[in-house]
């Protein structure tokens, strides 16, 4: 059964640091891309970056380029979102995705985790 498990959310003051970790089971994550999205009430759900290991390629949105790095752990089937100077806006539910690449369909999602920033 293909699971994937967000982690590492909570509440952190502005200017702050969080690490995601989005532990994958039922599937290697070196054979699929996995991505990183938010939502946050009211708004529009936000893709925010992507790893695949297959072709090392990595993206970012603008919004997080620059302060949030992904990154994957294959021994562990984990990928990881360390994310840096948080701000108020970047409150919201994250959640990882399977993807076929970076650029492709997505098939499954996390339960997401909750990252909420304060002023």
């Known amino acids: 059964e293909v699971q994937l498990v967000e982690s590492g959310g909570g509440l952190v003051q502005a200017g702050g640091s969080l690490r995601l970790s989005c532990a994958a089971s039922?599937?290697?994550?070196?054979?699929?891309?996995i991505g990183w999205f938010r939502q946050a009430p009211g708004k529009e759900r936000e893709a925010l970056s992507c790893?695949?290991?297959?072709?090392?390629?990595?993206w970012y949105a603008d919004s997080v380029k620059g302060r949030f790095t992904i990154s994957s752990d294959n021994a562990k089937n984990t990928v990881y979102l360390q994310m840096n100077s948080l701000t108020p806006e970047d409150t919201a539910v994250y959640y990882c995705?399977?993807?076929?690449?970076?650029?492709?369909?997505?098939?499954?999602w996390g339960q997401g985790t909750q990252v909420t920033v304060s002023s």
């Open positions: 790893i695949s290991s297959r072709d090392s390629s990595t």
């Open positions: 995705v399977r993807r076929i690449n970076c650029y492709g369909t997505y098939d499954y």
């Open positions: 039922g599937f290697t994550v070196d054979d699929y891309a």
